[in-house]
């Protein structure tokens, strides 16, 4: 007997692993690393809240639980988009792109 042809994949958007420096997420089969250093909202985050990542379009990543929006770019050259930040009084939220 012969096995019937693959059915599309269903998932396109997974983390595949979470270690000290960083996570490796799985993006239309490609795997990125997104380092603690160069997006620090993820350093302290729940394992939960990282894992849960949503493609709202192509190119597009968004963190619901922890309100983070990243463009895949982004990531790939962290050094295009340097951080920017200065704290204030009134300001507790941390580092933004």
Avoid at 26 to 38: A, G, Q, R, W
Avoid at 40 to 66: M, T
Avoid at 79 to 86: A, D, N, S
């Amino acid at each position: 007997m012969k096995s019937g042809s693959r059915g599309t994949g269903t998932s396109k958007l997974e983390v595949t692993n979470i270690s000290p420096h960083g996570f490796w997420i799985l993006v239309s089969e490609k795997e990125i690393f997104v380092s603690f250093k160069d997006f620090p909202w993820f350093k302290d985050a729940p394992v939960g809240a990282i894992v849960n990542v949503e493609l709202p379009h192509p190119g597009h990543l968004y963190w619901p639980d922890l309100d983070v929006d990243l463009d895949l770019e982004c990531i790939e050259h962290p050094e295009r988009f340097p951080l920017v930040w200065k704290a204030t009084s009134d300001d507790a939220s941390g580092p933004t792109l």
